[in-house]
């Protein structure tokens, strides 16, 4: 079930990859990709000639990419972002979708940037996507709400609606509804929150200062209806 809500809930987007495609042409490889996921990032690039090493501390995600990924150079790592140890440097690590900002706050992020700085080439860069802010509501009863991600597989329907977005003190709850519909008209219903530190592009720059890395730039991933946008900070050594 993993595998399906994480495709239906973030493997739509590609705004993002043109940026990532920019960065390994001019980097070249191998590439690191963190919190991989089923490989929404490490296929694309794997696909553009790229050597990639994908992390993630999901077992059946990374399971489901590696099925993905026959015939690809993807190498793919059960391992948390903050406690990793690999046997090569890279060119490039990217961290896509704000998931520096689910490392549970300043130790969890510190604790990444040291494992990410150990494991850059001297000439690598760390491109690090965040969201400094994210615009809050509630659907309230009776509301529309923002469009559900919606699939079907084997007669089975699958829907995520968001619901909330709330601002809790150091961090953003992001709220969804989940259903499950079964061929018969049955119906499972569950709640699913993500917790997101607030973070911002400058304090993230300090905080690389304290692991030896510095600022080589930012780049800028637009909002799209669905998906909110990005600031991708630049480090290296």
Same mark, same amino acid.
């Not at 996921?37 to 992390?55: K, M």
């Not at 060119?91 to 490392?103: E, G, H």
């Given at each position: 079930?993993?595998?399906?809500?994480?495709?239906?809930?973030?493997?739509? $987007?590609?705004?993002?990859?043109?940026?990532?495609?920019?960065?390994?042409?001019?980097?070249?490889?191998? /590439?690191?990709?963190?919190?991989? #996921?089923? #490989?929404?990032?490490?296929? @694309?690039?794997?696909?553009?000639?790229?050597?990639?090493?994908?992390?993630?501390? =999901?077992?059946?995600?990374?399971?489901?990419?590696?099925?993905?990924?026959?015939?690809?150079?993807? @190498?793919?790592?059960?391992?948390?972002?903050? !406690?990793?140890?690999?046997?090569?440097? $890279?060119?490039?690590?990217?961290?896509?979708?704000? +998931?520096?900002?689910?490392? #549970?706050?300043?130790? #969890?992020?510190?604790?990444?940037?040291?494992?990410?700085?150990?494991?850059?080439?001297?000439?690598?860069?760390?491109?690090?996507?965040?969201?400094?802010?994210?615009?809050? $509501?509630?659907?309230?009863?009776?509301?529309?709400?923002? +469009?559900? @991600?919606?699939?079907?597989?084997?007669?089975?329907?699958?829907?995520?609606?968001?619901?909330?977005?709330?601002?809790?003190?150091?961090?953003?709850?992001?709220?969804?509804?989940?259903?499950?519909?079964?061929? *018969?008209?049955?119906?499972?219903?569950? *709640?699913?929150?993500?917790?997101? =530190?607030?973070?911002?592009?400058?304090?993230?720059?300090?905080?690389? +200062?304290? /692991?030896?890395?510095?600022?080589?730039?930012?780049?800028? /991933?637009?909002?799209?209806? !669905? $998906?909110?946008?990005?600031? /991708?900070?630049?480090?290296?050594?």
């Amino acid at each position: 079930m993993n595998v399906i809500w994480h495709d239906l809930e973030c493997g739509g $987007y590609v705004e993002d990859l043109p940026l990532w495609r920019e960065l390994a042409a001019e980097r070249g490889g191998p /590439v690191l990709d963190i919190g991989a #996921g089923t #490989g929404r990032v490490a296929l @694309d690039l794997a696909r553009a000639g790229h050597s990639v090493t994908a992390i993630d501390r =999901d077992r059946q995600l990374l399971a489901e990419l590696e099925r993905r990924a026959v015939g690809l150079a993807i @190498d793919a790592v059960l391992a948390d972002a903050r !406690d990793f140890e690999l046997s090569r440097r $890279y060119a490039l690590c990217v961290v896509p979708m704000q +998931t520096i900002q689910l490392l #549970g706050g300043r130790d #969890g992020r510190l604790a990444f940037l040291r494992r990410a700085a150990a494991h850059l080439r001297p000439d690598g860069v760390l491109a690090i996507a965040i969201s400094e802010m994210l615009e809050l $509501y509630e659907v309230l009863e009776g509301d529309l709400g923002p +469009t559900p @991600d919606i699939c079907e597989i084997d007669g089975i329907v699958y829907s995520s609606h968001p619901t909330a977005v709330r601002a809790a003190g150091d961090a953003f709850v992001i709220e969804r509804r989940r259903e499950v519909t079964s061929a *018969r008209g049955e119906r499972d219903v569950s *709640r699913d929150e993500i917790r997101l =530190d607030r973070l911002s592009l400058r304090q993230l720059q300090r905080e690389a +200062t304290l /692991v030896g890395l510095s600022s080589r730039g930012h780049a800028l /991933v637009p909002a799209t209806e !669905d $998906y909110v946008g990005s600031t /991708v900070v630049m480090l290296g050594a």
